[in-house]
């Protein structure tokens, strides 16, 4: 399919509001407390000023494909440097905002936006660009990183009762921005071995290594990723001898950690076979806490700080240490698997879209779109987890346990029908 990009018009006002009730709509389904669905007046008096007479600011840019206006980006440029008394090192940098009709999304059309709007930004001096992202926008997410940005901050809104509205309800969530940051004049094409930093590009993750052993060809470090805003304690197994051919990431369940037994016998075994195997600590499990949990215990700080919120955190923190270790030779980012089972699948399956095309395959299974007690029910998030399924193109080999006390059969089932034909068996 051919796509061409192109400086918007007048002409494309119509289809510029379409576009912006379209993305209205998929965020006030992540997100109805935070989002709204403006009235098609103001979207087209706002684009039909913009484009009249365009500032030096706000570039606009459509994709076209089959004859039709598929997506836009807006590129927004932070014209005014921070404040002599703020920490931030003077740059400039650029809000990029993208948008592709449904029918049109997993064609390229938002990976030619991004590069189109990469070269305008180049051309006006932009040295980083800014990606915002609602948390549970876990497709948002994969897209970006793909397209060669990282995290670069973490937003957090807490919704505060009205002045006669006497309930205790307080809502907590989480956004994401992500960053890309050039030192060439040029942003036209990814960079070769970009990677997930932390916060910015001047506090890059490091990695600490806390013990190694090598036995019958395989060798285990353990290791924690410093990084903004926490570190990650996790383990890798690999072949001692040769370099990894491709990359198996290990999800554990509610009740284990990094080290579980199946674990360690899993990352011994596909390290003997030339595999990096990767596994680290679930958000409040293992080294992130100083003593075992109950479930109950866990899973009421997950609804604490939000199930988006660890969700999201819970996929940067896989992603960056996958960068991590692969900038260091120890693990292939290119080709990389994910496995897990129950909580596994649970932050395993957002992971999984957010890799991309660099996902080979999962094993995912005991886990659903619907959930029972003991687990509690502010963690049952059947949009998110819906829309992560989604965007999982590669195969995906999924275990339905047939009589599972927490996930019933038929929403495991369910689940199943979420993954696009031909991905999974």
Request: aromatic letters at 6%; glycine letters at 10%; a neutral charge.
């Given at each position: 399919?051919?796509?061409?990009?192109?400086?918007?018009?007048?002409?494309?006002v119509?289809?510029?509001?379409?576009?912006?009730i379209?993305?209205?709509?998929?965020?006030?389904?992540?997100?109805?407390?935070?989002?709204?669905?403006?009235?098609?007046?103001?979207?087209?008096?706002?684009?039909?000023?913009?484009?009249?007479?365009?500032?030096?600011?706000?570039?606009?840019?459509?994709?076209?494909?089959?004859?039709?206006?598929?997506?836009?980006?807006?590129?927004?440029?932070?014209?005014?440097?921070?404040?002599?008394h703020?920490?931030?090192?003077?740059?400039?940098?650029?809000?990029?905002?993208?948008?592709?009709?449904?029918?049109?999304?997993?064609?390229?059309?938002?990976?030619?936006?991004?590069?189109?709007?990469?070269?305008?930004?180049?051309?006006?001096?932009?040295?980083?660009?800014?990606a915002?992202?609602?948390?549970?926008?876990?497709?948002?997410?994969?897209?970006?990183?793909?397209?060669?940005?990282?995290?670069?901050?973490v937003?957090?809104?807490?919704?505060?009762?009205?002045?006669?509205?006497?309930?205790?309800?307080?809502?907590?969530?989480?956004?994401?921005?992500?960053?890309?940051?050039?030192?060439s004049?040029?942003?036209?094409?990814?960079?070769d071995?970009?990677?997930w930093?932390?916060?910015?590009?001047?506090?890059?993750?490091?990695?600490?290594?806390?013990?190694?052993?090598?036995?019958?060809?395989?060798?285990e470090?353990?290791?924690?990723?410093?990084?903004?805003?926490?570190?990650?304690?996790?383990?890798?197994?690999?072949?001692?001898?040769?370099?990894?051919?491709?990359?198996?990431?290990?999800?554990?369940?509610?009740?284990?950690h990094?080290?579980?037994?199946?674990?360690?016998?899993?990352?011994?075994?596909?390290?003997?076979?030339?595999?990096?195997?990767?596994?680290?600590?679930?958000?409040?499990?293992?080294?992130?806490?100083?003593?075992p949990?109950?479930?109950?215990?866990?899973?009421?700080?997950?609804?604490?700080?939000?199930?988006?919120?660890?969700?999201?955190?819970?996929?940067?923190?896989?992603?960056?240490?996958?960068?991590?270790?692969?900038?260091?030779g120890?693990?292939?980012?290119?080709?990389?698997?994910?496995?897990?089972?129950?909580?596994?699948?649970?932050?395993?399956?957002?992971?999984a879209?957010?890799?991309?095309?660099?996902?080979?395959?999962?094993?995912?299974?005991?886990?659903?779109?619907?959930?029972?007690?003991?687990?509690?029910p502010?963690?049952?998030?059947?949009?998110?987890?819906?829309?992560?399924?989604?965007?999982?193109?590669?195969?995906?080999?999924?275990?339905?346990?047939?009589?599972?006390?927490?996930?019933?059969?038929?929403?495991?089932?369910e689940?199943?029908?979420?993954?696009?034909?031909?991905?999974?068996?």
């Amino acid at each position: 399919m051919a796509v061409s990009v192109r400086t918007a018009e007048p002409g494309d006002v119509p289809a510029l509001v379409q576009l912006r009730i379209a993305n209205a709509e998929r965020h006030t389904g992540l997100d109805p407390a935070g989002h709204r669905i403006p009235e098609p007046a103001p979207v087209r008096r706002y684009f039909e000023e913009l484009l009249s007479d365009p500032p030096a600011d706000i570039v606009v840019l459509v994709a076209e494909a089959e004859g039709t206006v598929a997506g836009m980006a807006e590129l927004v440029i932070r014209s005014t440097p921070p404040p002599d008394h703020q920490i931030l090192v003077p740059r400039l940098m650029a809000d990029l905002h993208t948008v592709v009709l449904e029918r049109f999304r997993g064609r390229g059309i938002g990976t030619a936006l991004v590069r189109a709007a990469e070269q305008h930004a180049a051309q006006r001096g932009v040295t980083g660009l800014i990606a915002p992202i609602l948390a549970p926008n876990t497709e948002a997410v994969g897209f970006y990183s793909r397209a060669g940005f990282g995290p670069h901050g973490v937003i957090l809104r807490k919704d505060l009762p009205a002045a006669n509205d006497n309930g205790p309800r307080v809502r907590v969530s989480r956004r994401h921005e992500m960053t890309r940051s050039r030192s060439s004049s040029s942003l036209a094409e990814p960079p070769d071995g970009s990677s997930w930093m932390a916060i910015d590009q001047a506090s890059p993750s490091r990695v600490e290594w806390l013990g190694e052993e090598t036995s019958g060809g395989c060798t285990e470090r353990s290791f924690l990723i410093r990084r903004i805003p926490g570190s990650v304690p996790g383990v890798l197994w690999s072949p001692q001898a040769t370099a990894p051919e491709a990359t198996v990431l290990l999800f554990h369940g509610g009740s284990g950690h990094k080290r579980s037994e199946r674990h360690v016998r899993m990352g011994r075994r596909l390290a003997l076979a030339g595999l990096a195997v990767i596994a680290i600590d679930g958000p409040y499990h293992g080294d992130r806490v100083p003593a075992p949990m109950t479930p109950s215990a866990y899973q009421q700080l997950i609804v604490d700080e939000g199930v988006e919120a660890v969700t999201a955190r819970m996929t940067a923190d896989w992603l960056d240490t996958v960068s991590v270790l692969a900038g260091l030779g120890l693990a292939d980012d290119a080709h990389v698997s994910v496995f897990g089972m129950s909580m596994g699948a649970w932050f395993g399956l957002p992971t999984a879209a957010a890799l991309g095309s660099r996902l080979q395959c999962a094993v995912l299974g005991k886990f659903g779109i619907r959930q029972v007690p003991p687990l509690h029910p502010v963690l049952r998030a059947p949009g998110l987890i819906a829309a992560a399924a989604r965007a999982v193109s590669a195969p995906v080999l999924y275990h339905v346990q047939w009589d599972d006390d927490i996930f019933p059969r038929d929403g495991q089932f369910e689940l199943f029908t979420r993954w696009p034909p031909r991905t999974s068996d």
